[in-house]
């Protein structure tokens, strides 16, 4: 069987993403009848429909949907694969994971500073958890992320991007904490299982024998600072999200353990892979590195 072509993969990746073979040969500037003969002899080749016809509309298949994915990614890399090589200034589209708490504190003045001096490249965000953006990294679903202590990252190249102080944040109306020991019978409002301060809020519990009530999953910071505001629970996140957000004042920060609260940040990527957009991104956060030490 013949190799897929990425000029078959384009055109069908258009028709996903327009709807329909009318509109993706308008954006393609085709005549539709070439836009359904490609689509049809890629699907001719592959052995499977990628499209099934539902109330007039097309839709993806099943095999369609798994072929999709692989169209991104091929797309993707052969973008970056003609940038690399583009001599000049880094251009093109620069996809890379995040933590919401790095996306929300950290990262608008580095990529504000990134796209005054690299206009030509075009940001791509997506947030998750660091385990979700460990295995978007691995599957070349984004080209690098931000992902925090502690992980493991065998086989990936990381370099110190961040450093946060995490604090424990509780109701204004609840008596000081002291320690772990004091989290007796209290709810933890936290991220789902993956997220790094979650897992460290756990372990610091679980060192003094404490086990949480309950877990109270929630899916943004500003959603966690209304229910601990609101006297549900308590939580655990950087001082410069609780700055970002704006709820200082809402809330008690208290002091986390010396071992506990500090925690870096770090910037990770597959080894093999290189492109100017990046390492430009790199070479900005070492340069930050160096302002904050100097």
Not at 50 to 73: H, M, N, P, W
Not at 254 to 277: D, F, G, M, N, Y
Request: proline share 5%.
């Amino acid at each position: 069987m013949r190799n897929i072509d990425l000029n078959s993969l384009h055109i069908f990746k258009t028709v996903v993403d327009t709807g329909g073979i009318t509109r993706a040969a308008a954006q393609l500037n085709r005549v539709q009848s070439n836009i359904t003969t490609r689509v049809k002899t890629l699907e001719e080749r592959l052995g499977v429909k990628l499209f099934q016809r539902q109330r007039g509309k097309l839709v993806l298949s099943s095999e369609g949907k798994i072929l999709l994915a692989y169209a991104e990614r091929l797309l993707r890399l052969s973008s970056e694969a003609e940038s690399a090589l583009r001599p000049g200034a880094p251009r093109g589209t620069l996809r890379i994971g995040t933590l919401e708490s790095t996306a929300a504190a950290r990262l608008p003045p580095l990529l504000s500073t990134y796209h005054e001096r690299y206009p030509d490249v075009q940001i791509e965000l997506v947030t998750g958890d660091s385990t979700a953006l460990l295995h978007r990294v691995r599957n070349f679903d984004v080209e690098a992320a931000f992902i925090s202590e502690p992980f493991c990252a065998e086989g990936l190249e990381a370099q110190e991007a961040f450093t946060e102080e995490l604090a424990l944040i509780a109701p204004k109306t609840m008596a000081p904490i002291k320690g772990a020991r004091d989290l007796r019978n209290r709810t933890v409002i936290a991220f789902a299982t993956g997220c790094s301060y979650r897992r460290i809020l756990e372990d610091w519990l679980s060192m003094s024998k404490v086990v949480p009530e309950r877990v109270l999953e929630l899916a943004s910071y500003h959603a966690i600072v209304a229910c601990v505001a609101a006297g549900s629970g308590v939580a655990i996140m950087p001082r410069s999200v609780l700055r970002a957000v704006h709820a200082e004042s809402d809330v008690q920060a208290l002091p986390l353990p010396p071992k506990v609260a500090r925690v870096r940040t770090h910037l990770i990527w597959r080894p093999e892979h290189r492109s100017p957009a990046l390492d430009a991104l790199r070479e900005k956060l070492r340069q930050q590195e160096q302002t904050h030490i100097g």
